[in-house]
């Protein structure tokens, strides 16, 4: 399965103001056999989990209240240059979406895949993840 070395799963935090995108995440990351070990409504909650929780990958909105996406990734890389981070978004904005992946991101989902597509591509980073370990 995608375990790290030493058995241990991969940890995923998410981080989404929208409660229902959180559970199709989680059931997509529990489909691949990781541990979901936080979740945050907003990027100041999503800092503090991040700290607290120490993932190895984090899922991040990049449309929330209080600090969006683009501004927590930002946080995120200047405090761990090594924060593995997957972006998501409805937005059709490509400009969002290019300054995530120039901020750091490693890809983007959008909402709007299916629940296959969505495990598909969480797949490749979850194998990268067990094998770096």
Not at 81 to 89: I, K, N
């Amino acid at each position: 399965m995608n375990e790290q070395a030493g058995g241990e799963k991969v940890r995923v935090i998410i981080i989404d103001d929208d409660e229902l995108m959180r559970r199709v995440v989680v059931a997509a990351l529990l489909s691949l056999d990781c541990e979901v070990v936080g979740e945050a409504g907003d990027g100041e909650e999503g800092i503090e989990l991040y700290r607290d929780a120490n993932p190895d990958l984090v899922m991040l909105d990049i449309r929330m209240p209080n600090m969006n996406g683009i501004e927590l990734l930002e946080a995120l890389s200047e405090e761990d240059s090594e924060a593995y981070v997957v972006m998501m978004t409805f937005l059709e904005d490509e400009g969002s979406v290019q300054d995530a992946m120039i901020g750091g991101a490693k890809d983007y989902l959008r909402k709007s895949m299916s629940m296959q597509e969505m495990v598909a591509r969480l797949e490749r980073h979850v194998t990268r993840l067990s094998c770096a370990a």
